[in-house]
């Protein structure tokens, strides 16, 4: 167990139910939409239909685009499971990509605690550093 953030529909994990939220179908097509998260079979489930065997986890997949990708447990990762986009101890990155992702499905993102990350959140953050941009015509 460990401390999650989890994309749905709903305006609340209370009010949370499989059949009204994402469907794998959808979050499998998000994915392929978007170049910076591939699918992986690094994590695997109990297969159901065949007892004692292991498959992937459906909808499982890594974020390639992750500023740093230094995290020493691999890339950071997204899961479906039930009807939402999951992740555990997400870093501030992570938690805009998922506010982002959450934005094209037309959900929302919240913590286990019920705290959402919406556009409050994202404007309580400081704004990352830019390099200064020189006029065209300064080169050198």
């Not at 939220?21 to 591939?38: F, K």
């Not at 479906?80 to 992570?94: H, M, N, R, T, V």
């Amino acid at each position: 167990m460990g401390y999650e953030l989890h994309i749905i529909r709903k305006n609340d994990l209370e009010d949370f139910d499989e059949e009204s939220n994402i469907g794998l179908d959808e979050w499998l097509a998000y994915i392929d939409t978007d170049p910076d998260l591939v699918i992986t079979t690094t994590y695997m489930i109990k297969d159901r239909a065949n007892p004692g065997k292991v498959m992937p986890a459906p909808g499982y997949c890594d974020w390639l685009a992750h500023p740093t990708n230094r995290d020493p447990n691999g890339l950071p990762w997204l899961a479906y499971f039930g009807g939402a986009i999951i992740s555990k101890y997400p870093d501030e990155a992570l938690v805009h990509k998922m506010v982002a992702i959450a934005k094209v499905l037309g959900g929302c993102v919240q913590g286990d605690e019920g705290e959402f990350y919406d556009k409050t959140y994202q404007e309580q953050l400081p704004v990352p550093l830019q390099p200064a941009k020189r006029p065209w015509w300064k080169f050198w």
